[in-house]
């Protein structure tokens, strides 16, 4: 949320102004929000591959104390 604000508020793209229909794939809401706003996507993609980076390690921890617990 904060990057795509900055991204906002640094002029980059625009804001949300037209509704998205009910079960738009959440990857594509700001891009048709935008009415098709190619930057919005980009912004999109990099949340999703940072929310990805900061899970990750979180994941691999749990999966480590699965093996230990199995293992015991």
């Known amino acids: ?10 002029n980059l ?3 949300v102004v037209f509704t998205v229909p ?3 794939p959440g990857l594509l809401q700001a891009f048709m929000g935008t009415n098709g706003n190619l ?3 980009a912004v999109t993609v990099l949340n999703v591959v940072v929310g990805v980076m900061i899970y ?6 749990a999966d480590q104390l699965a093996l230990v617990k199995e293992a015991a």
């Open 56 to 61: 990750k390690p979180f994941v691999q921890l």
């Open 13 to 15: 793209m625009p804001s």
């Open 39 to 41: 930057v919005a996507l």
């Open 1 to 10: 949320m904060g990057i795509a604000s900055a991204a906002v508020a640094l």
């Open 22 to 24: 009910l079960g738009t």
